[in-house]
C-alpha cells in the first residue's frame, strides 16, 4: 500500500479530517479534495490539496489524476446525486479507481428514499469495487450541532423525549474506512452499519459533560414546536431546521439507540464510548467565565 494514493472528498469536515489521519496513518497517501482548497488550515500538515465541487465537473478531472482509491461523501447540500456524485462516480472508475468506500447513513440499505441509499444502488448497478459505510448517530455532534446550547445556555435541548442514543465516534469510522482500504477485495460491495458499544440517555451524556467541564449542562426535552421555535431563533435556514427536527424527533422512536458489531467484527475491538469522546474533546465546551 506504500505509494497508493486515496482521494479524500469532504476532508474539510469532521469525517473527511479523520479519514485523512487514518489512513495516512496505514501508510498511504491522502489527496484532500474541497471546494476552497485556500481555506485548508487544519488539513494534516503535508497532504496534497486539490479543489472539488461536485456541482463543476471542470474540477473533476485533474482531482482523480493518479489515484487509486476514493473515500467518497455527500455534501449536505447536494440531493439530486444523478447530476452530481453518481457521474463523478463514471469518471472514478474511467481513470481507473480501484475501490470506492461511501459514507452512507445508518437505514440506507432498507430507506430508499434518503440520497444516500441512490448513491448505493448506484454503485452495485455499476458493478465497480465498492464498499458502504453507514454510521449511526455521531459523537461529534456535540461539538457541531448542539455546541452553542452548550457553551451559551449549559443546556442540550432537543424534541427527542428521553429516549437512548447509540453515539459513533467519527475516528473510529476514519479507523474502518481505513482498514477496508487495506483489503478491498474482502469487503467488496459490503455494507457494514457503525454504532457505538452501547446506547447512553441524554441525561447521562449532560452528567459525563458536566463533570468533565466542571459546570452543570443540563438536558431539556421539549416539544416538536418549541424546538422548531428554537432554532428559528439560532437563525438556521429554514430546510436545515426541518432536517434537525425530523432527525432528533425520529430518536424518541428509537432511530438512533440500535448496537451493530460490524466495527468490533472489522477493528477487533469495541467503539470508543462517548465518555471516552467527551474527555477527548473537553477543551471544547470549556468557556472562560463572565465577569
Known amino acids: 500500500?506504500?505509494?497508493?494514493?486515496?482521494?479524500?472528498?469532504g476532508s474539510t469536515g469532521n469525517v473527511g479530517?479523520?479519514?485523512?489521519?487514518?489512513?495516512a496513518r496505514?501508510?498511504?497517501?491522502?489527496?484532500?479534495?474541497?471546494?476552497?482548497?485556500e481555506e485548508s488550515s487544519g488539513i494534516l500538515e503535508g497532504v496534497e490539496t486539490f479543489k472539488l465541487d461536485f456541482q463543476d465537473s471542470d474540477t473533476w478531472h485533474t482531482v482523480l489524476q493518479g489515484v487509486d482509491y476514493l473515500f467518497l461523501m455527500r455534501p449536505p447540500a447536494i440531493a439530486n446525486v444523478e447530476k452530481t456524485l453518481n457521474p463523478f462516480i463514471d469518471l472514478a472508475y474511467e481513470n481507473g479507481i480501484r475501490h470506492i468506500v461511501f459514507l452512507s447513513v445508518a437505514g440506507a440499505g432498507r430507506n430508499r428514499f434518503v440520497p444516500h441509499a441512490k448513491v448505493e444502488r448506484y454503485l452495485?448497478?455499476?458493478?465497480?469495487?465498492?464498499?458502504?459505510?453507514?454510521?449511526?448517530?455521531?459523537?461529534?455532534?456535540?461539538?457541531?450541532?448542539?455546541?452553542?446550547?452548550?457553551?451559551?445556555?449549559?443546556r442540550i435541548i432537543l424534541p427527542a423525549g428521553h429516549a437512548k442514543v447509540n453515539w459513533i465516534?467519527?475516528?473510529d469510522v476514519a479507523d474502518v474506512a481505513a482498514s477496508v482500504f487495506q483489503d478491498p477485495k474482502r469487503h467488496q460491495g459490503m455494507g457494514y452499519t457503525l454504532t457505538?458499544?452501547?446506547?447512553?440517555?441524554?441525561?447521562h451524556v449532560t452528567e459525563v459533560l458536566s463533570a468533565v467541564v466542571g459546570r452543570l449542562i443540563r438536558y431539556e426535552a421539549v416539544s416538536v414546536p418549541a424546538y422548531f421555535l428554537h432554532l428559528h431563533r439560532r437563525r438556521l435556514h429554514f430546510k436545515a431546521i426541518i432536517v434537525q427536527t425530523i432527525l432528533h424527533t425520529l430518536l424518541r422512536y428509537g432511530q438512533g439507540a440500535f448496537v451493530s458489531s460490524d466495527l468490533e467484527m472489522l477493528l477487533g475491538r469495541k467503539g470508543r464510548t462517548i465518555e471516552t469522546y467527551i474527555r477527548d474533546h473537553a477543551d471544547v465546551w470549556r468557556t472562560e467565565p463572565s465577569t
Open 124 to 154: 452495485r448497478a455499476k458493478g465497480g469495487s465498492h464498499t458502504n459505510l453507514r454510521p449511526g448517530f455521531f459523537a461529534q455532534n456535540l461539538q457541531d450541532a448542539y455546541l452553542r446550547d452548550i457553551n451559551e445556555d449549559d
Open 17 to 23: 479530517r479523520e479519514v485523512l489521519i487514518a489512513v
Open 169 to 171: 465516534d467519527v475516528r
Open 1 to 9: 500500500m506504500s505509494g497508493e494514493r486515496i482521494l479524500v472528498t
Open 26 to 37: 496505514s501508510g498511504f497517501l491522502p489527496r484532500a479534495g474541497m471546494r476552497r482548497p
Open 196 to 203: 457505538g458499544p452501547a446506547p447512553v440517555s441524554w441525561s
